[in-house]
């Protein structure tokens, strides 16, 4: 499967504690995109990457959150002092870039804080 | 704000029907647009995409049809089968849509129920 691919798929964890999620993109893709979605919504865009570099951010990304992708390849994002609004489906999806190039998405990581 | 948008959120058709599944959106400067399907569990799945220098574009059992005066965006179905009970979503890129560079912002989604 050379599809993007997410871990783990769920995560439980109590308030307070720090996590991370792992995206590895499609390889020959260079643009990486974190959203976020809740029940019943569609995806809210969080960041994203051009190669390395983290170009933009949205507003729902507070200071507790912080994503890299120190490659160019996969990309990690960690969530410190969760809190209980913080549960929901993280997504990753890449894309070649350019305008007429879908963003491909993974089956994404759910957190729950407890 | 500027927004995507559907226009039901729950579609119940019977099998083998044709599903129309619509979309307003509001931003004027979207020059692209897609559909997603999102199943149970899992991220969305693309569909079909769209320019906006177009006004339809045809997949496999699916058409999307672009009316940018009105600034109405639908997904056709054809045959359905019970493999296309999903959340559908459409989404529009625009320069200023603050989504990354080919940012993309969605809407609410249409759960599509398939009867037997």
């Known amino acids: 499967d050379t599809g993007v691919s997410q871990n783990p798929r769920h995560k439980i964890t109590k308030r307070g504690q720090n996590v991370t999620f792992r995206c590895d993109p499609i390889?020959?893709?260079?643009?990486l995109y974190w959203y976020r979605q809740t029940l019943g919504q569609g995806p809210e865009f969080l960041t994203y990457f051009q190669n390395e570099a983290q170009l933009e951010k949205s507003r729902l990304l507070s200071d507790r959150f912080s994503a890299e992708r120190p490659k160019g390849s996969f990309s990690t994002l960690e969530i410190q002092r969760t809190e209980q609004g913080d549960s929901a489906m993280y997504l990753c999806?890449?894309?070649?870039?350019?305008?007429?190039?879908?963003?491909?998405f993974g089956n994404g990581t759910r957190l729950t804080v407890t | 704000g500027e927004s995507v948008g559907l226009h039901l959120p729950t579609l119940s058709v019977q099998e083998g029907d044709n599903s129309i599944i619509n979309c307003a959106y509001s931003n004027s400067a979207s020059d692209y647009f897609i559909w997603y399907k999102q199943e149970s569990g899992k991220g969305p799945q693309f569909i079909i995409d769209i320019r906006s220098n177009m006004d339809k574009r045809q997949g496999q059992r699916v058409t999307v049809l672009l009316n940018k005066t009105v600034k109405h965006l639908s997904l056709q179905i054809a045959a359905t089968q019970p493999g296309d009970s999903a959340v559908y979503f459409c989404a529009e890129n625009s320069p200023y849509s603050g989504g990354g560079a080919d940012g993309l912002t969605f809407g609410k989604g249409t759960h599509l129920i398939i009867q037997p």
């Open positions: 390889s020959e893709h260079n643009r």
């Open positions: 999806a890449s894309s070649l870039g350019g305008i007429g190039s879908p963003l491909h």
